[in-house]
């Protein structure tokens, strides 16, 4: 799996977009880019995945750069729950998943 | 049913003791997974069962001993442990097989104390 690297912390004010930004500059074209996050105590939460395209769901968005060495996670209104550790892992269908450090995000009032 | 279910929550053992963690899928998943966690630090992926087998160990000391009775349980068996041992011990599940592509699903995990 491609290395990747991110902030390792950042504050967000609630009610504001949350920008989490991750390098993946050695990602192989068979790689995706997924997004787990963990809120304390808990096992980790999987947000979303994108291999080229950028993604949505109900919980956040996924802009993958057209080169796919970097990407950002967009959390569009951010609440003191999103309050959690975010991981940014590269790795290829069906391998296994291996965690980095991440980055720990404190949503402030 | 969309969740994976670890019990214990909590366990608190001896050095001498032998203890089993369980985890249990109804999502139809082939894969499961055993990770360890220790405080502020990410999780370190310990075991993989793909089709009820094991397909990776990631060279865990013999005293944990995975165990997958059926595609919905996973169990880790535990005998002689030491206190560094203690950590959170998470459960995961996903659909499996080399081209699937998707999210895993994690269990709240046990924390495990060894005194």
């Known amino acids: 799996d491609a290395k990747t690297t991110q902030p390792t912390s950042m504050d967000c004010a609630e009610g504001r977009a949350a920008n989490l930004p991750c390098n993946h500059s050695?990602?192989?074209?068979?790689?995706?880019v997924y997004w787990y996050r963990q809120i304390h105590s808990q096992g980790p939460q999987y947000i979303i995945h994108g291999l080229k395209n950028n993604e949505t769901n109900e919980m956040a968005s996924l802009i993958i750069t057209e080169d796919r060495k970097s990407s950002t996670l967009i959390l569009p209104h951010a609440t003191l729950r999103d309050t959690a550790v975010y991981y940014c892992i590269a790795s290829a269908a069906g391998n296994k998943l291996t965690f980095g450090g991440g980055t720990r995000v404190l949503v402030k009032p | 049913d969309t969740e994976v279910t670890q019990t214990p929550k909590h366990l608190v053992m001896g050095m001498t003791n032998k203890k089993s963690l369980k985890c249990e899928q109804h999502m139809g998943h082939r894969a499961m997974y055993w990770y360890k966690q220790k405080a502020k630090k990410p999780p370190e992926l310990m075991f993989v069962?793909?089709?009820?087998?094991?397909?990776i160990n990631e060279s865990v000391p013999s005293r944990f001993s995975p165990e997958c009775p059926n595609s919905s349980l996973l169990n880790l068996h535990l005998h002689a442990l030491q206190p560094e041992d203690s950590a959170l011990y998470l459960c995961?599940?996903?659909?499996?097989?080399?081209?699937?592509?998707?999210?895993?699903?994690f269990g709240s995990g046990t924390r495990l104390t060894v005194v």
């Open positions: 995961a599940s996903s659909q499996g097989g080399g081209d699937r592509v998707g999210g895993y699903t």
């Open positions: 050695t990602i192989s074209g068979n790689e995706y």
């Open positions: 069962y793909s089709y009820e087998k094991l397909s």
